[in-house]
C-alpha cells in the first residue's frame, strides 16, 4: 500500500532529469554581449546609466571629487585629458565620444571635478529636463524652480537655471530663439556658470 508515493517520487525525480526536448522553444538563450573593451582594457562606455546625473555629482564621484573618482564612477575610458598648467580647467570624455563631438563630459578644475555638459537628447537632467524640450515642458517639470536669464550669445535665447533643494549643485538649460532646449549642464559655481567651457 505505501509503494504508490514511492513510485509516484521516482516518476518525478525522472521526469525532473530528463534531456530537454529538441527545437526552436528549447533552444538556450543567447549570451548577452560584453562591452567593447577598449585598448588598455578599459570599457568604452558611451552614456551614463538612468538616475546617476544628480544635483551632487555623477553617482558615487560628488562635487569636489578627484579626476580619478570621476573615472571611476564612470567605468568606462574617459581619455586621457590633463590641464595645461597645473590646476587649469579640463574636460574628461568619454573616448567613444572623441571623433564625434561629446554627449557627455566632466569638467575638471583646481584638480576637483565641478560641473558635467550634456550635448545629448538620450540624456535626463536630474528632474526629468532633456535636449529638444521646450521651455513651456521645462516649466511643467520645475515650476517655480526656474530662473531665466537671456543668453549671451543667441538672440532671444536664455539660460533656465534650477538651484538643489539640499545640494551645492545647480542646473543649467540653454534654449534657443524658439524656446528649444539645445544643452544643459549641472555644477557648483562659479564653474557652472562659465558660458564657453574652460576658456
Same mark, same amino acid.
Given at each position: 500500500?505505501?509503494?504508490? +508515493? *514511492?513510485?509516484?517520487?521516482?516518476?518525478?525525480?525522472?521526469?525532473?532529469?530528463?534531456?530537454p526536448?529538441?527545437?526552436p522553444?528549447?533552444?538556450t538563450?543567447? =549570451? $548577452?554581449? $560584453? =562591452?567593447a573593451?577598449?585598448?588598455?582594457?578599459?570599457?568604452?562606455? @558611451? &552614456?551614463?546609466? #538612468?538616475g546617476?546625473?544628480?544635483?551632487?555629482?555623477?553617482?558615487?564621484a560628488?562635487?569636489g571629487?578627484?579626476?580619478?573618482?570621476?573615472?571611476?564612477?564612470?567605468?568606462g @575610458? &574617459?581619455?586621457?585629458?590633463?590641464?595645461?598648467e597645473?590646476?587649469?580647467?579640463?574636460?574628461l !570624455? =568619454?573616448?567613444?565620444?572623441? /571623433?564625434?563631438?561629446?554627449? !557627455?563630459?566632466?569638467? !575638471?578644475?583646481?584638480? /576637483?571635478?565641478?560641473?558635467?555638459?550634456?550635448?545629448?537628447?538620450? *540624456? #535626463?537632467?536630474?528632474?526629468g529636463?532633456?535636449?529638444?524640450?521646450?521651455?513651456?515642458?521645462?516649466?511643467?517639470?520645475?515650476?517655480n524652480?526656474?530662473?531665466?536669464?537671456?543668453?549671451?550669445?543667441? $538672440?532671444?535665447?536664455?539660460? &533656465?537655471?534650477?538651484?538643489? @533643494?539640499?545640494?551645492?549643485?545647480?542646473?543649467?538649460? $540653454?534654449?534657443?530663439?524658439?524656446?528649444?532646449?539645445t544643452?544643459?549642464?549641472v555644477?557648483?559655481? +562659479?564653474?557652472v @556658470?562659465? !558660458?564657453?567651457?574652460?576658456?
Amino acid at each position: 500500500m505505501r509503494q504508490a +508515493p *514511492i513510485v509516484a517520487l521516482a516518476l518525478l525525480f525522472a521526469a525532473c532529469k530528463a534531456p530537454p526536448a529538441s527545437g526552436p522553444a528549447a533552444a538556450t538563450p543567447a =549570451p $548577452e554581449p $560584453e =562591452p567593447a573593451a577598449a585598448p588598455g582594457g578599459s570599457l568604452r562606455v @558611451d &552614456l551614463p546609466a #538612468a538616475g546617476t546625473i544628480g544635483f551632487e555629482g555623477f553617482g558615487p564621484a560628488e562635487f569636489g571629487a578627484s579626476a580619478e573618482e570621476v573615472r571611476m564612477a564612470w567605468g568606462g @575610458d &574617459l581619455g586621457d585629458a590633463a590641464p595645461s598648467e597645473p590646476g587649469g580647467c579640463h574636460y574628461l !570624455i =568619454p573616448a567613444t565620444q572623441a /571623433k564625434q563631438g561629446y554627449k !557627455i563630459a566632466f569638467m !575638471i578644475e583646481g584638480g /576637483k571635478f565641478v560641473r558635467i555638459d550634456v550635448a545629448s537628447g538620450q *540624456i #535626463a537632467a536630474p528632474g526629468g529636463g532633456r535636449i529638444g524640450m521646450s521651455a513651456a515642458e521645462l516649466q511643467r517639470l520645475y515650476g517655480n524652480a526656474l530662473s531665466p536669464m537671456p543668453h549671451k550669445y543667441v $538672440e532671444g535665447g536664455h539660460y &533656465l537655471s534650477v538651484a538643489g @533643494d539640499a545640494a551645492p549643485g545647480r542646473l543649467v538649460f $540653454e534654449t534657443d530663439a524658439n524656446g528649444k532646449v539645445t544643452e544643459w549642464r549641472v555644477g557648483v559655481p +562659479p564653474q557652472v @556658470d562659465y !558660458i564657453e567651457g574652460c576658456s
